[in-house]
């Protein structure tokens, strides 16, 4: 029986584990982690609004109804691609066919200081780790006499004007104008202050203009200063400093202007180009090496001219055109090359305010709200994460309530 190992447990190896699955192939899951976490929602994790397990499934509980497969948790160090053997932390792992989809990490473009200051949302940790920072800040502020220094620990600046960054300042200020207010009456909702920094001159690039505008606009409304054609250049514990030499006096910076390969494709001794992303054939393997498979945002493939972007549904096509080009060799079948079919793009803004866009149709408002809480819903994995979700987002859209206003550690000075 043929193996198939895959590594990265994220949306492209997901949906190859699925395709393969009861196909009489023998399927290895190898992931350093044991869970599969829904990243497009770390955001609200990090603002309170949900627990951060209502966003992760169990890898064990997926492989249960996937014949043939089972999952092995394990650090991946390196592989003999002559031998196709996987070297892991648990062992090694021979293989016919390799999927790897290691997913991406933060790009700071090389500034070390931003790197060592900014918080950003890639893993379950950090989200935790920016909402115990959030409202650490908020004990701090109330306990603190100097208003300058006040203002600071009440200043939040977002660099990186696409979804993330817009999903993120607008749950912030949601967070801060409804339910923090609330609960820190001694702090006014006007000495908040959330920046969104984005080095363009709109947001959500990849959208039409049109949609930018109505983002940018409610946003404003909702109180956040937006500051365009501006760069972070530099950051310490409190301040954030930009291109022109200005300074903002603040204590969190949310990074989220850029995201770059994992340095996984160099420990297996793949090639790599821009943005340590492994180019690959028109079938997702790369040159030489046809058993070796990489999807999602380490794979770079270009498409009418472009490369395609590192999102959710670009791995999620690859990880099911992966699997399908390994069945297609098994059974001798004709293997046709991957084509990327774009169905849109989507971001919440707040309250019954998003944006989204699919086969030309732009949406704005409380039908695109909708149509982003369906789908997302609709991809989250698990009953009873679907459930929880569902029911927080009810609560907090008739109540303004949310309940995981929670500080899980006691560091005070980050």
């Not at 919440?348 to 949406?363: D, E, Q």
């Amino acid at each position: 029986m043929k193996r198939v190992v895959i590594v990265g447990m994220g949306f492209g190896g997901v949906r190859a584990a699925r395709e393969l699955a009861g196909q009489g192939l023998e399927i290895v899951l190898v992931d350093r982690n044991n869970y599969h976490l829904f990243q497009p929602l770390l955001y609200q994790v990090a603002t309170a609004g949900l627990e951060q397990e209502s966003i992760a499934y169990p890898v064990r509980a997926m492989a249960r109804s996937w014949p043939g497969s089972r999952f092995i948790l394990a650090e991946v160090s390196g592989a003999d691609l002559d031998a196709r053997q996987l070297q892991t932390s648990a062992g090694d792992i021979p293989y016919d066919y390799l999927i790897v989809g290691g997913g991406s990490v933060t790009n700071y473009f090389g500034n070390e200081a931003v790197a060592r200051h900014a918080f950003d949302l890639k893993k379950l940790a950090d989200a935790e780790q920016l909402r115990n920072h959030i409202l650490w800040s908020c004990e701090k502020a109330v306990a603190e006499s100097n208003p300058e220094r006040r203002r600071a620990l009440m200043t939040f600046v977002i660099v990186g004007g696409g979804p993330t960054g817009v999903e993120f300042a607008g749950a912030l200020i949601e967070l801060v104008h409804y339910v923090l207010s609330k609960d820190y009456p001694e702090l006014p909702a006007r000495e908040a202050r959330i920046m969104l920094i984005e080095a363009a001159d709109r947001l959500l690039l990849a959208m039409p203009e049109k949609l930018s505008a109505y983002s940018a606009r409610k946003l404003r409304e909702m109180g956040v200063e937006l500051l365009f054609g501006r760069k972070v250049t530099g950051a310490t514990a409190e301040t954030v400093e930009l291109d022109g030499s200005d300074t903002i006096a603040a204590h969190t910076l949310f990074w989220s202007a850029g995201v770059c390969a994992a340095p996984l494709a160099a420990k297996l001794g793949l090639p790599q180009a821009g943005g340590g992303r492994v180019p690959v054939t028109g079938q997702l393997s790369v040159a030489g090496r046809p058993e070796v498979f990489v999807v999602g945002d380490m794979a770079l493939l270009q498409q009418d001219g472009s490369p395609l972007p590192m999102v959710a549904p670009v791995a999620m096509q690859m990880g099911v055109h992966a699997a399908k080009t390994i069945l297609a060799r098994e059974w001798q079948r004709p293997i046709t090359p991957f084509r990327y079919r774009d169905k849109g793009s989507m971001a919440t803004i707040g309250r019954s305010a998003a944006v989204a866009t699919t086969h030309g149709l732009s949406l704005t408002g409380y039908p695109a709200w909708l149509a982003w809480l369906l789908l997302h819903l609709y991809y989250l994995i698990g009953f009873r994460n679907r459930t929880v979700v569902m029911l927080n987002w009810a609560y907090y859209y008739w109540f303004h309530e949310r309940q995981v206003r929670l500080i899980t550690d006691n560091e005070r000075n980050r």
